[in-house]
Structure formats: C-alpha cells, structure tokens
C-alpha cells in the first residue's frame, strides 16, 4: 500500500516507517520537525490546507495514497499546557481524517490511547483486567481529547459506511534500550501502577498498525494494544491484592500476563505481540 504515516518523527512513528517499509510498503512521513528528504514531507497538521495538499501530491514524492497512519500528536499530558494540546491534538485529527475522507482514502488507522480506560487510576477501574467494554473514563484534557476523537470517527464511519476507521489505544510506547529501567519498578508497586504496569514495545506497535491496515474492518473499532506482559517481575496477583485489593478480577490473571488485555485485537486484527523486555536485557 500507499501509506502516509503523521507524526513519522516521534518515538513511535519512526518505528513504524521503518517497519512499514521493511514490510514492502511505500510510505511518505508527514511531520512538523523531520529530516528534509525522499519520503518525508513537513506540514503543519493544524492548517487544513496543507493537510489536504500533502495528501494529493507533493511534487515527484507520491501522486496520493491507499491508507492514512495518523500518530502525530503531544503524546501525553503535562508536556505543554491543557489548551495547547487540545488546540492541537483535536484539530490535527479532525484535519488529517476529514482530508482522507474527501481525497477517497478509506483506511485509517490512528493512535488513541489507553488513558481512555481511566488512567492513572486514582479511581480505581471497574475491573482488572481491564479491556474496551466499559465506556471512557478521560481523567485529563489529553484524554479527553482521544475520546473526543473516537466519538468523531464513530460519526464519520456512520456518514461513509465504506470507510474504515481503527483506533488503537497504545500503551506506553518503548524503545529495546528502555528496557534496562524495567527491573528498578519492583521495588514500589506504586511506581507503574498508573497504567496496570502495562507497556508496548513500539515495533509490536508497528505489527498492531499493520494488522489494522490489512484487515481493514468497515466501521469503527478500537482496540488496546499492548505487550503480553507486564513491567514487573512480580506476580500480577500480589500486584493487584497491594494496590487494588477492592477491584473485581475478571478472568484469570496470570503470572506476569499484561493487565490490558489485548483479546479484542489478537481476535480480531490477529495482532499477536513479538517483543518483551525479558528477553531484549
């Protein structure tokens, strides 16, 4: 496929360009901040205009695209100020999606989050583990702004019943050379648990976006992507009776199996994560 990828610079982007190319795709980075060269083109993902222009044609780079990767975001709360990510991170969506639609692309695949499920769970979740079936739970604009996004493409699929739209709810993205941290997290349960001690390394990330594009389900979905395990070497049951001890447990928890649970995506997208932080040390 034809794929442009935004947000082709950050931590999670280049992995994917790298690994969306290696699969024998022909994709074109779309980024504020990059390296001037073939496949990269800068653009200001607030300004319509030049959303729309990057996604017809740019000189001799490509004449249009099969798909849209979009990733290009300020990835996390309390980076910038609340307004600022909201007057960004929502209308570069809106940008990006409204612009495919009209250019005929109708395969998206975008990056939501799994603060959606109520992190950092100062209020603590339904249930654990956690997966898509209970309603959002935003604890801050950033994810407000994601669920915010997810409530937009359920329109926008509804108005174009061809068009598919996935949206995949991250968890916290890594590179191999994060890993040497990991084992400093057992001495404090606290330490992570504001995401379920959950993570994803960015290449399974990459395999995740790939799978959405191939299987390209009409409609919209979302699913969380994460490793299928956890940050911890202790066992998630002594994990959970510390720090969640009044939380149901849905299912069995396993020993150190990943506490957001990844059934909806390996079912449906066949995503089936490759890379864990206990064999890359």
């Known amino acids: 496929m034809r794929i442009a990828v935004t947000g082709s610079s950050g931590k999670l982007g280049s992995v994917v360009v790298r690994e969306l190319r290696a699969a024998g795709h022909e994709v074109t980075g779309l980024d504020a901040v990059g390296r001037r060269g073939p496949g990269f083109v800068q653009v200001d993902l607030t300004d ?25 975001a300020i990835p996390a709360p309390g980076i910038r100020p609340d307004v600022a990510t909201f007057h ?4 570069s969506t809106f940008n990006a999606m409204w612009a495919a639609i009209r250019l005929g692309i109708r395969r998206i695949v975008y990056a939501s989050s799994e603060t959606v499920l109520g992190l950092p769970f100062d209020v603590p979740p339904p249930y654990i583990p956690v997966d898509e079936d209970y309603p959002p739970r935003p604890e801050s604009v950033y994810s407000l702004v994601k669920v915010l996004e997810e409530r937009m493409a359920t329109e926008l699929v509804r108005w174009h019943p061809d068009l598919s739209i996935t949206a995949l709810r991250f968890s916290n993205v890594m590179w191999p050379e994060d890993y040497d941290a990991f ?7 606290l330490l992570r648990k504001w995401n379920l001690w ?53 299912g069995d928890l396993g020993t150190n199996d990943t506490l957001l649970s ?4 390996r079912r449906l997208l066949g995503y089936a994560p490759r890379h864990s932080w206990r064999d890359e040390r």
């Open 198 to 250: 959950g993570y994803i390394d960015a290449r399974d990330g990459a395999q995740a976006i790939e799978r959405a594009l191939d299987a390209a389900i009409p409609g919209f979905g979302a699913y969380i992507i994460a490793a299928a395990d956890t940050v911890m070497s202790r066992p998630n049951a002594e994990l959970v009776a510390e720090v969640f001890p009044d939380v149901p447990v849905k």
């Open 262 to 265: 990844i059934g909806k995506a």
């Open 183 to 189: 084992p400093s997290y057992d001495s404090d349960a």
């Open 88 to 91: 960004n991170n929502m209308p």
């Open 48 to 72: 319509y205009g030049q959303v729309v222009d990057a996604l017809t044609a740019v000189n001799d780079q490509h004449d249009g695209f099969d798909a849209l990767v979009h990733l290009a």
